[in-house]
């Protein structure tokens, strides 16, 4: 910071400039001056600059400007929240970040779930745009024709309407006890959106994004499932290098993380081939 400089008080207006509580100025000036104010010498936090202007007759102008300093790496805290009433043992997870961008901790405080009127919404657009593509786009008379399907019973309508007999399992389906395109979001609302984002955007500088990753969208998942059983840090893309460190989650089953990855797989504009529980058995 500048130090103060003796200015005679009896000239037109003289302004000093104060921090937070201090009974002395750090810096006193003629107007108009150039301040420089080095944060690198404060603590992280709320400060307030004071600025206490005088004019040749005694009267006195007065103007407070508050400011946050970030210096320090931004810290995360998941298992205790602000004014939270608890009781017990409470495991509480710490972590602090720092890279090469600004880090907004908000963005990956905890791994809360998703509230559940999104998943409401959800459900009642994808079951709309169901009934709107069956409504509105006829079956092929070549697939209608197939024992499967039978005439509407509507008067006046020869639309065939789809079997209601479930479909048989093909590794990813209800049929099987596990509902993969109903669980994968859910599982990575849990634990991955806190750091990667809902939309798969990754947080500059700390956590990659999955939208296009090279590993998200490569035919072998190999690589992939290694990262969700066994962590990663300090990865680089495009000569991008991400310092959070993304911790491992060998506990998830092999459905749970097969669902996790095909949603990250079919997802954000991703296209790659979906796995099966087997794929990551196998990896373990």
């Not at 407070?64 to 995360?76: A, E, L, S, Y």
């Amino acid at each position: 910071m500048s130090q103060p400089e003796d200015i005679d008080l009896k000239e037109a207006v003289a302004v000093s400039l104060y921090l937070d509580d201090a009974r002395e100025p750090f810096a006193r000036y003629r107007p108009p001056a150039s301040v420089n104010l080095d944060t690198r010498n404060l603590e992280d936090g709320d400060h307030v600059l004071r600025i206490r202007a005088r004019d040749a007759v005694g009267n006195v102008g007065l103007r407070t400007i508050p400011f946050v300093v970030q210096n320090g790496p931004g810290i995360t805290v998941t298992g205790l929240r602000a004014n939270e009433r608890v009781s017990g043992e409470v495991t509480i997870d710490v972590n602090a970040f720092g890279g090469s961008e600004p880090f907004d901790p908000v963005r990956a405080e905890s791994r809360g779930p998703i509230p559940v009127w999104t998943w409401v919404v959800s459900a009642l657009i994808a079951a709309w745009a169901a009934w709107y593509g069956i409504a509105e786009f006829p079956t092929p008379a070549s697939f209608a024709a197939t024992p499967t399907y039978e005439r509407n019973p509507v008067a006046g309508s020869n639309e065939p309407l789809a079997s209601t007999s479930p479909p048989a399992y093909s590794g990813h389906g209800v049929a099987a006890g596990f509902d993969f395109a109903k669980t994968g979001p859910q599982l990575y609302g849990t634990n991955c959106s806190s750091c990667h984002g809902a939309a798969g955007a990754g947080t500059p500088g700390v956590f990659p994004p999955l939208a296009r990753d090279p590993v998200v969208t490569a035919k072998d998942p190999k690589d992939q499932i290694l990262t969700v059983l066994h962590g990663l840090h300090g990865k680089v893309i495009h000569g991008t290098t991400y310092a959070g460190q993304m911790p491992p989650f060998p506990q998830l089953t092999d459905d749970d993380i097969a669902a996790i990855i095909d949603h990250e797989r079919t997802s954000w504009g991703n296209n790659a081939p979906i796995i099966n529980p087997d794929d990551v058995k196998r990896a373990r």
